[in-house]
């Protein structure tokens, strides 16, 4: 009898360029929400704001990918948190 094989490494794919990664920010999220770079090698900030002028978010992350994970919590919390002005740190 043969020793199980072990199995391969994972492969981690690379990180996205940060032009290429920026620019699909901007396509999926770009017509809700305002989002800019606070300065060089700083934190990506993002502002949500709902059409009725009622609600607005921010969120910041040091990286894109934590800055379009934070912006989908937001898009997906419930209305009622915001109706009754429930505020959550993001």
Known sequence: MSSPQPEPPQRRLPAM???VSLARTLHE???RWEIERVD???EWIAVYRETGG???QVV???DL???RYRMDQVEC???EERETGRT???
Do not use: K, M
Request: a neutral charge; hydrophobic letters at 25%.
């Open 54 to 56: 009622g609600y607005i």
């Open 17 to 19: 360029p940060p032009v």
């Open 88 to 90: 959550r740190h993001h």
């Open 65 to 67: 990918d934590a800055l």
């Open 29 to 31: 999220y770009g017509e």
């Open 40 to 42: 060089r090698n700083s």
């Open 60 to 62: 910041s992350a040091r």
């Open 77 to 79: 919390a419930e209305p």
